[in-house]
């Protein structure tokens, strides 16, 4: 039976899971009105020293509320929202992941350094979004091919993932503000009853700009109120060799790898599940794992983040593991080739004036003066992965488009913005989140509301 270990069949778990006990454990279910202490069965694999958690495992384990949010896009693909609510919050936020992320970036570091928990304690109503192109394929089409699957730029993470997420979290504020706030339904008419900021990391930065100014050209409401942007993607012509010389692979190959290798991930369980306990092993044995890890920091260019811990998180496991479509590496070696922050190039003039009306794809640096709310630009002195002079370009542009901009730096590499506990980043993030508050009406009518219902109790 020795050809399981290679089956990427989802039916094989059984053989992997031999080493596997659950473990109760106790957490605190806060999604109901009357909070109370209950257990969950979580698992653990200690034989294997491997870790299989799921996004909402850590959530639930660490005492805080959880919900999973299916979400369609128009072209098919299923997305997962997940959420820590806070269903009467006026305020919320929307973290975004970037390039082989997930979710998990934003609580791998617990409650006291991660993002979605300190915006949660906050006040905040949290979603966390992830991008299509994990390995499970989740699609409408329940046979829909590999090939096709992958067949998907940086464009559609911008023009159909993000829309399709942020019009699901709309969906659900006004929804659930009706229900919890009466006085909401005649401010729906008038204008958004809640505040929605963005955080982004990386490649999710890039597309969270896409969305702003694709939205703004066909005007189409955003319904953001900030951004903030961690190493965002977008201007890649300053960076190191390693990134040249595969930009120049990328740009010569395409036509024939395109057919040949849709998607650049690990698909089989047994070598998932290798690279997760070879991670997670070197923490046991320092000198090789600082050895790989030297090894790894060279091979992106000198980039110092902790590569060998993120490569053993619980996203990168034999269930599943975030994939890169080959066109969305094809799309950030145009960029870096271009030196433009610009929508995919097809190749031929004929299919980029099907999409865009025009020979060459959308350049979105000149659209910037779309952009019609406050940016934060956040970049990292020791990042190699996307150089602070590539953040500085953006903020640049912005400011020359008069968009309401700031940029700060941080001594940090390309993944501390997310899986390091960097309280300098967090409390710099939190009070450009706090720089936006509801309207004072909607304050007012808010504990107007409250008072009533209050009164109401004490005289029945």
């Known amino acids: 039976m020795s050809w399981r270990w290679f089956s990427s069949d989802k039916n094989d778990t059984e053989v992997i899971h031999r080493d596997v006990y659950d473990a109760s454990v106790h957490t605190d279910t806060l999604g109901e009105n009357d909070p109370s202490v209950s257990e969950r069965k979580s698992t653990f694999h200690h034989v294997m020293n491997t870790d299989a958690r799921t996004c909402q495992d850590v959530i639930t384990e660490l005492g805080y509320p959880y919900e999973a949010i299916r979400v369609e896009t128009s072209d098919g693909y299923v997305l997962l929202l997940e959420r820590i609510p806070r269903r009467d919050a006026r305020k919320a936020v929307y973290l975004q992941h970037g390039i082989l992320d997930s979710s998990m970036g934003w609580v791998s570091n617990g409650v006291v350094g991660s993002p979605a928990f300190a915006a949660y304690d906050q006040g905040y109503d949290v979603f966390l979004g992830n991008f299509r192109g994990l390995v499970s394929r989740e699609h409408v089409n329940k046979d829909i091919s590999s090939r096709r699957y992958w067949k998907y730029s940086i464009n559609e993470h911008g023009t159909e ?242 968009v309401d901009v700031s940029y700060n730096e941080f001594e940090y590499a390309h993944l501390d913005f997310t899986f390091s506990h960097r309280e300098e980043l967090l409390a710099y993030v939190m009070s450009r989140l706090l720089l936006v508050e509801p309207d004072p009406k909607r304050q007012f009518s808010q504990k107007a509301s409250k008072l009533k219902k209050k009164e109401q109790i004490e005289s029945s």
């Open 161 to 402: 993932d993000i829309p399709a997420m942020i019009e699901k979290i709309h969906e659900i504020k006004t929804s659930e503000l009706k229900i919890s706030q009466p006085d909401v339904k005649e401010e729906i008419n008038e204008a958004q009853p809640y505040k929605l900021c963005a955080i982004c990391h990386s490649l999710g930065g890039a597309a969270i700009l896409m969305y702003v100014i694709t939205c703004r050209i066909e005007e189409k409401p955003h319904r953001l109120s900030r951004l903030i942007l961690l190493s965002p993607a977008g201007f890649h012509d300053d960076s190191t060799l390693v990134f040249t010389v595969a930009e120049y692979l990328f740009l010569v190959s395409a036509p024939i790898l395109a057919y040949i290798v849709p998607a650049f991930y690990i698909p089989t369980k047994f070598f998932r599940m290798l690279l997760n306990k070879l991670a997670r092993d070197f923490h046991n044995y320092p000198a090789v794992g600082g050895l790989v890890q030297t090894l790894m920091s060279y091979v992106v260019g000198g980039d110092s983040s902790n590569w060998v811990g993120v490569l053993g998180l619980p996203h990168y496991n034999m269930n599943d593991m975030p994939g890169v479509s080959f066109r969305v590496a094809h799309h950030l070696a145009q960029m870096k080739h271009t030196g433009k922050f610009r929508m995919f190039d097809y190749g031929s003039v004929r299919e980029n004036m099907e999409v865009y009306g025009s020979p060459e794809p959308v350049d979105l640096g000149e659209y910037y003066r779309f952009i019609d709310i406050p940016v934060d630009l956040v970049a990292g002195r020791k990042d190699k992965v996307i150089r602070p002079s590539m953040v500085r370009k953006h903020y640049r542009l912005m400011k020359d488009s008069g």
